[in-house]
């Protein structure tokens, strides 16, 4: 049976992924900052919960993030910038799920394919970016991005098959997008969950590193 570990699983898109998984067969482990005080922003609450677990685990999902903290809107403008927007942005979408990747590494198998997967998002795209304004959230996808191309790199030495990738699920129609879709199609997270889990079963370790879509489509950095 395939293990599945879901960080972030209270939220619209980890609860559905968490819920496709078992579907599917697969033994699902939970965890997330509303259920069980998992602040990704908290090194040391990521260790010992992580540290908790016993592997291996054939995948890790990351669906932790956010687009709006403490208050901060996604900017219209440079002028709308502030120092503390961009930290939060950064700490919470780029930071966190590295660091879980960090720590998770022990619990990857060393033989055999496994997948570590992190949502990112299509407006972390620098070369897809013709808008401009959401500065500090694009920023923080595409740290995030470069982190997992970074640490995929290092990952492929030691476990051969496993894949490390960013993920764009869509525009998803939970409380995280309802104010900011727009003229955007939206999909229900079941879907998305599904889409997502049917990509994470095509990837290959030569596709470890990279940026896809909910359709598998790879996307420009």
Do not use: C
């Not at 809107?73 to 780029?94: F, G, M, S, V």
């Not at 889990?197 to 489509?217: E, K, N």
Request: charged content about 20%; overall charge neutral.
């Amino acid at each position: 049976m395939e293990r599945v570990l879901v960080i972030g699983a209270s939220g619209g898109i980890g609860s559905a992924v968490a819920a496709e998984a078992a579907a599917r067969g697969a033994d699902v482990t939970r965890l997330s900052r509303q259920s069980d005080g998992l602040d990704v922003t908290d090194e040391a609450r990521i260790a010992a919960h992580l540290g908790a677990l016993e592997g291996p685990f054939d995948l890790i999902f990351v669906a932790t993030g956010a687009l709006v903290i403490d208050g901060a809107e996604p900017e219209k403008a440079l002028r709308q910038i502030t120092a503390k927007a961009l930290a939060d942005q950064y700490a919470l979408n780029a930071i966190g799920p590295i660091l879980v990747l960090k720590h998770a590494l022990r619990l990857l198998p060393r033989e055999g394919r496994s997948v570590f997967a992190a949502l990112s998002a299509r407006v972390g795209s620098i070369g897809d970016n013709r808008l401009g304004g959401w500065h500090s959230y694009r920023a923080a996808k595409a740290g995030l991005n470069q982190l997992l191309h970074g640490a995929a790199i290092e990952l492929a030495r030691t476990h051969k098959e496993a894949v490390a990738v960013a993920l764009h699920p869509g525009t998803v129609a939970t409380d995280f997008t309802a104010k900011y879709a727009g003229a955007h199609k939206t999909v229900p997270p079941a879907e998305a969950a599904a889409n997502l889990l049917d990509v994470i079963a095509r990837l290959t370790p030569a596709q470890t590193g990279g940026f896809f879509d909910y359709a598998g489509r790879e996307i420009a950095w």
